[in-house]
């Protein structure tokens, strides 16, 4: 079983198309993350929650709107797509913070390509 | 603040030479630290993890990391560079009791030459 499955693998789309990529996790984790992976791989922070509350928010368009409606699931809807949104888009999911420490798990991304 | 440096973002090794892959951090706690790789095409995996305790740890496919606290340093090394391990790998920083914060390197890409 795949812990963190995301679909579609692939995706291409027009300039001002709106479309979602859906995020499951089978870990029972309590957290769970999108990461915008750029063409120098850089990865950047977009979303995290926690169970089901958004904690972290970073700088993206208000194009970009998460929604959890489990724990075990973080899906990401993207409005009127522009060129630049082309990227890699990963969920990721962890523990919630503890004095342990904690491992953040991969999915393995959804290529988007805006034409 | 914390950060993280991953020095040389593209390096090139002969296949069956050692890799050497750096990363330097900056934290204000003790730091929990984390290699990743990402093969081409794929998501990322974790190689190894750095909490507690012994500072030389051993990860998967033969890699391991040192945590070196006076050189806020955790390079990751191979003794013996195989074809399959080209791909992108990721030094990564989590501050422990601090929420669910995690602090990416910009990667290092890692050739393997025949």
């Known amino acids: 079983d795949t812990a963190v499955s995301q679909t579609p693998k692939y995706l291409v789309t027009q300039m001002g198309n709106d479309k979602s990529i859906k995020c499951e996790q089978n870990?029972?984790?309590?957290?769970m993350y999108w990461y915008k992976q750029d063409s120098k791989k850089f990865l950047k922070i977009m979303f995290s929650y926690n169970n089901k509350e958004l904690i972290i928010n970073e700088t993206v368009p208000n194009r970009f709107s998460p929604k959890s409606p489990d724990k075990a699931h973080l899906n990401l809807h993207i409005n009127s797509l522009e060129l630049g949104d082309s990227a890699v888009y990963f969920c990721?999911?962890?523990?919630?913070?503890?004095?342990?420490?904690?491992?953040?798990?991969f999915g393995e991304g959804s290529w988007l390509t805006v034409v | 603040a914390q950060s993280v440096t991953q020095l040389g973002s593209h390096v090139s090794v002969s296949e069956g030479a050692l890799v050497l892959l750096r990363c330097n951090y900056s934290?204000?706690?003790?730091?929990?630290l984390f290699w990743y790789v990402q093969y081409p095409n794929q998501g990322l995996q974790l190689l190894l993890k750095?909490?507690?305790?012994?500072?030389l740890v051993k990860g998967i496919n033969g890699f391991e990391a040192e945590f070196k606290k006076s050189e806020t340093s955790f390079h990751l090394t191979k003794p013996s560079a195989h074809m399959s391990d080209a791909a992108e790998y990721f030094c990564?920083?989590?501050?422990?009791?601090?929420?669910?914060?995690?602090?990416f390197g910009t990667g290092t890409s890692l050739t393997v030459i025949p």
């Open positions: 750095y909490t507690t305790g012994a500072t």
């Open positions: 990721a999911s962890s523990r919630r913070a503890s004095s342990s420490g904690n491992t953040i798990y």
């Open positions: 934290s204000s706690v003790p730091p929990y």
């Open positions: 870990l029972g984790h309590d957290t």
């Open positions: 990564v920083l989590h501050p422990p009791n601090t929420g669910n914060q995690f602090y």
